[in-house]
T-cell receptor, first 111, second 115 residues
């Protein structure tokens, strides 16, 4: 089955800096890659997703890149703010079926 | 947008009792719902896939007789933790999607504490 690795497990940045979280996947058939943000005790919220026919997608301060050949994808957050502090999960699936999640990255943005 | 409601948000029960958790898709029909379990500071682990009108598909290592799943309608799936034990204490989250090529949306989760 699919295996998703996520790094780093924790990431501390200063407000205004950029943050990058990286994930790799094992199943070359995977073609859908969402990113979720989870605040403490709350539900994961979809923040951005990308499909395998696209190499990059941007939404304001958030961007995701996908390298199908290398089987890795990354989340980029620019101009980080304290409210960006949360746990971020990457995931992969085949044709929007069952998602396999990475282990999560705790992002801490210091004012 | 797609809204998934989960109830209760938290529950405390005694060992040996059963607890039922409900997951509803409020503004769409979901033929498939998913149940996840999340331990503190860990990732979401898929427990089972709930299919409307048929038996749920359980992941390896998940006891189907302990975690009973019923998906009787297109808007409701339930997870019953039977004969709960302290090790069942966890955060349980359901999720659903509107159709084949749509994102997954999560319920607000249920924090179960078994004393």
């Amino acid at each position: 089955g699919e295996n998703v690795e996520q790094h780093p497990s924790t990431l501390s940045v200063q407000e205004g800096d950029s943050a990058v979280i990286k994930c790799t996947y094992s199943d070359s058939a995977s073609n859908y890659f969402p990113w979720y943000k989870q605040e403490l005790g709350k539900r994961p919220q979809l923040i951005i997703d990308i499909r395998s026919n696209v190499g990059e997608k941007k939404d304001q301060r958030i961007a995701v890149t996908l390298n199908k050949t290398a089987k890795h994808f990354s989340l980029h957050i620019t101009e980080t703010q304290p409210e960006d502090s949360a746990v971020y999960f990457c995931a992969a699936s085949i044709r929007y079926s069952t998602l396999t999640f990475g282990k999560g990255t705790m992002l801490l943005v210091s004012p | 947008g797609a809204v998934v409601s989960q109830h209760p948000s938290w529950v405390i029960c005694k060992s040996g009792t059963s607890v039922k958790i409900e997951c509803r898709s409020l503004d769409f029909q979901a033929t498939t719902m998913f149940w996840y379990r999340q331990f503190p500071k860990q990732s979401l682990m898929l427990m089972a896939t709930s299919n409307e009108g048929s038996k749920a598909t359980y992941e390896q290592g998940v006891e189907k007789d302990k975690f009973l799943i019923n998906h009787a309608s297109l808007t409701l799936s339930t997870l019953t933790v039977t004969s709960a034990h302290p090790e069942d204490s966890s955060f349980y989250i359901c999720s659903a999607k509107q159709g084949g090529n749509s994102p997954l949306h999560f319920g607000n989760g249920t924090r179960l504490t078994v004393t």
